[in-house]
Protein backbone atom coordinates (compact mmCIF):
# COMPACT_ATOMS: atom_id res chain seq x y z
CA UNK A 1 0.00 0.00 0.00
CA UNK A 2 1.55 3.42 -0.64
CA UNK A 3 -0.04 6.61 -0.26
CA UNK A 4 0.95 10.31 0.07
CA UNK A 5 0.52 13.19 2.93
CA UNK A 6 -0.01 17.06 0.87
CA UNK A 7 -0.18 20.54 2.20
CA UNK A 8 -2.27 23.19 0.15
CA UNK A 9 -2.07 20.14 -2.54
CA UNK A 10 2.03 19.97 -3.15
CA UNK A 11 3.43 16.19 -1.77
CA UNK A 12 5.24 16.45 1.34
CA UNK A 13 6.16 12.80 2.04
CA UNK A 14 5.08 9.23 0.05
CA UNK A 15 5.03 6.51 3.08
CA UNK A 16 4.77 2.46 1.75
CA UNK A 17 3.71 -0.42 4.00
CA UNK A 18 3.76 -3.46 2.92
CA UNK A 19 0.98 -5.33 3.98
CA UNK A 20 2.03 -8.46 3.61
CA UNK A 21 4.04 -8.87 6.02
CA UNK A 22 3.33 -12.57 8.26
CA UNK A 23 0.32 -11.53 10.89
CA UNK A 24 0.37 -8.28 10.10
CA UNK A 25 -3.15 -6.94 9.15
CA UNK A 26 -3.69 -3.90 11.10
CA UNK A 27 -2.21 -0.37 9.95
CA UNK A 28 -2.53 2.63 12.47
CA UNK A 29 -1.46 5.93 11.66
CA UNK A 30 -1.51 9.64 12.99
CA UNK A 31 -0.47 12.49 11.65
CA UNK A 32 0.30 15.32 14.41
CA UNK A 33 0.88 18.60 14.31
CA UNK A 34 2.54 20.82 17.16
CA UNK A 35 3.80 24.44 16.79
CA UNK A 36 5.11 23.58 20.69
CA UNK A 37 6.87 21.01 19.90
CA UNK A 38 9.89 19.39 17.30
CA UNK A 39 9.06 16.26 15.34
CA UNK A 40 11.91 13.89 14.88
CA UNK A 41 12.37 10.95 12.93
CA UNK A 42 12.21 7.44 15.15
CA UNK A 43 12.14 4.23 13.61
CA UNK A 44 11.04 1.87 16.44
CA UNK A 45 11.25 -1.58 14.21
CA UNK A 46 10.94 -2.43 10.76
CA UNK A 47 7.06 -2.24 11.52
CA UNK A 48 6.93 0.68 13.64
CA UNK A 49 8.01 4.26 12.40
CA UNK A 50 7.30 8.17 13.41
CA UNK A 51 8.52 10.21 9.97
CA UNK A 52 9.21 14.04 10.42
CA UNK A 53 7.29 15.96 7.87
CA UNK A 54 8.14 19.33 8.94
CA UNK A 55 9.44 20.97 11.70
CA UNK A 56 6.68 20.41 13.94
CA UNK A 57 4.29 17.66 12.30
CA UNK A 58 4.79 13.74 12.42
CA UNK A 59 3.31 10.73 10.24
CA UNK A 60 3.16 7.89 12.76
CA UNK A 61 2.39 4.51 11.32
CA UNK A 62 2.56 0.88 12.82
CA UNK A 63 1.72 -2.69 11.72
CA UNK A 64 0.66 -5.07 13.56
CA UNK A 65 -1.87 -8.11 13.60
CA UNK A 66 -3.35 -7.13 16.92
CA UNK A 67 -5.47 -3.75 16.88
CA UNK A 68 -5.72 -3.76 20.62
CA UNK A 69 -1.63 -4.28 20.43
CA UNK A 70 -1.09 -1.81 17.51
CA UNK A 71 -3.19 1.30 18.87
CA UNK A 72 -0.66 1.06 22.13
CA UNK A 73 2.48 1.44 19.89
CA UNK A 74 1.39 3.93 17.94
CA UNK A 75 0.54 5.58 20.96
CA UNK A 76 4.32 4.52 22.64
CA UNK A 77 5.58 5.73 19.71
CA UNK A 78 4.17 9.38 19.09
CA UNK A 79 5.03 10.16 22.60
CA UNK A 80 8.57 9.31 21.81
CA UNK A 81 9.00 10.65 19.09
CA UNK A 82 7.26 14.39 20.32
CA UNK A 83 9.35 14.57 23.12
Do not use: F, K, Y
Given at each position: ?32 S ?40 L ?7 R?
Amino acid sequence: MRWDVTRCGQPVLRQAADVSLAGHRVLASALISDPARTARTLADSPTAVAQRVDQHTLLVSVLDGDATRADRRLDELCARARD
